[in-house]
């Protein structure tokens, strides 16, 4: 009995793109929570906890991308060609996310807001757009003999926005547990009181999907 290398490599990009929604995923989930947080302390606290790991739990998405490139390179083609624009604007949006991360603290008292709304825009584009690419390809791309067929605005669709939104709810919730755990005091019990609303709505998003995908 041979060995399923297919099947070896789809577990290998599951576990990546899992891990990556895992451990990423608090830490996007920061820079969502940074608008209800005001006290600059507080924020410096928040940024704090992820500073260490933040950039090693961005290597799990690149081992997703390089495991479907080297294992199923004609899958790579079609879904790089069908999310052209969503991944690049993720991108961007990490981007911003990281040089936030890097610059926060070296800025000036009166320059450190850009690098606070830098921090904030950067994770909500990060992981709106996450969620919609995850969205389009719930929904499937249109192939032709082996190629991309449709259009480079197919993935904009109802549906694909819907999960962007929830996604940030689910990284929002992520990020609230997160601070829970590593926090204390008057934050911790901010967190516990944002954690509450944030559950019940990604339970609603979470059964709203549930229907909807069958039907997308």
């Known amino acids: 009995m041979g060995i399923d290398l297919p099947l070896i490599w789809a577990v290998i990009i599951i576990f990546g793109v899992m891990m990556y929604v895992v451990m990423d995923g608090f830490d996007l989930g920061i820079g969502i929570l940074f608008p209800f947080v ?10 704090n906890t992820v500073a260490p790991v933040w950039d ?4 799990w998405l690149v081992l997703g991308g390089a495991g479907l490139f080297g294992a199923f390179p004609m899958a790579y083609a079609v879904v790089l060609e069908a999310l052209y624009l969503p991944l690049i604007l993720m991108l961007i949006g990490l981007i911003f996310r ?16 850009l690098w606070d709304k830098a921090f904030i825009w950067g994770s ?15 929904e499937g791309f249109k192939v032709v003999d082996r190629h991309y067929a449709g259009g480079s605005l197919d993935w904009l669709t109802p549906f694909s926005l819907f ?15 997160w601070l829970i755990m590593k926090t204390e005091g008057p934050l911790q019990e901010q967190m516990h009181n944002l954690g509450r609303p944030l559950a019940l709505v990604l339970l609603a998003v979470i059964g709203i999907v549930s229907l909807w995908t069958p039907i997308a």
């Open 163 to 177: 999960s962007g939104l929830g996604l940030i709810v689910a990284y929002a919730l992520l990020g609230c547990t």
């Open 98 to 113: 990281g040089v936030a991360f890097e610059f926060r603290f070296k800025a000036t008292a009166a320059r450190r807001h």
């Open 38 to 47: 005001k006290a600059e302390q507080d924020r410096d606290v928040m940024m």
């Open 56 to 59: 090693g739990n961005e290597t």
């Open 124 to 138: 909500l584009v990060a992981t709106f757009f996450q969620g919609v690419a995850l969205g389009a390809f719930i």
